[in-house]
């Protein structure tokens, strides 16, 4: 008897080009929406499913996989995976992928962007013009600081932090970093320095997280961190928000222990309208939107599924995050 076609689910609305190497080896369903799949719809779809293309706002873990007997892969559609248990996965035998470097390029563009807006007061300076509160042109009004020349200081010099490092090379900027290991080819063909992470801390003009988040790195930057940061130094998060301690931060930035800080990510996502980083005008925040383009997002999508393709075929997925149960 001929075996149905596997079931493959994915949790958001693809552009077609991404989608369309699925539909021939397999059934296809997809969440035909912009918002997030509920719980409860994705347990429900997963009873049957076979190969799971994700996002990061979808949790899977333990008691998701209780629900899904027949899964075999789960291809998520970001770099970082601090979404999935992993080692759960690895004991139901299924093969966990994710999309390394497609997004390298765009998501050190959004950190250059947030190092500059906040050290240019953008987001301040929008929201005045915006209220019809233009501050007249004057000498001391609405003074930044210079990005050109000052001194980054990189947590997490990988793939993104090292297309951050080739960026400030055109604002001459000195670069340090801060990796478990060293990161030799950064160094030699980049120029950046491998230090402590305390003297990265009180030396850096521009403090860049770009670790993934785990056990390890969760809440790495809080209290005693920022306070062995310059003054006048800003704090710029484009990983993950558990990363950094948003409760110390509040109360550093409030306090100005530190000048600004700039955030991609936030802990929690969304951030609620009152939260009070907010109220703050040395606070910027963007949605989560280091990888947004338009190129990129197709990328993403593209990889994750010629992963599930490939799976699907016998093949070797592209970039499996648990290689040891293939
Ligand atoms: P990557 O190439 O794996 O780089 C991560 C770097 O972090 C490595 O150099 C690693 O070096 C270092 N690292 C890991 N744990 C560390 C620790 N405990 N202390 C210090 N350094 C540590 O990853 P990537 O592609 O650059 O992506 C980095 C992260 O960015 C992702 O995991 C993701 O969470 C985040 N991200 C965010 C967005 C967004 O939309 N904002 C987009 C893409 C990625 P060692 O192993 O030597 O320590």
Redesign the pocket.
Known sequence: MAQDPPKIYVTRQLPEAALAPLRTCGTLSVWESEQAVSRETLLSELRDTVALLSMVTERIDDDLLDHAPQLRIVANM???Y?NVDVPALTRHNIVLTNT?GV??ET?AD?TFALMLGIARRIGEGERRVRAGQWPVWSPFVFLGTDIHHATLGI???????AAVARRAQGFDMRVLY????R?KEAEEQLGCTWVEMDTLLSESDFVVV?????P??RQ?ISTPQLKKMKQTAFLVN???GPIVDAQALYAALRDKVIAGAAL??TDPEPLPADDLLLTLDNCLVVP????ASIATRTRMATLAAENIAAFLSGRRPPTPVNPEVL
């Open positions: 970001a770099v970082g601090d390394p997004l390298t998501t959004l947590i997490g010099l990988g793939r993104i932090g801060h990796n478990r290991g990161n770009l670790v993934p988040l785990g390890e790195t790495l484009a990983a993950r991609d990510v989560h939107v280091g990888s």
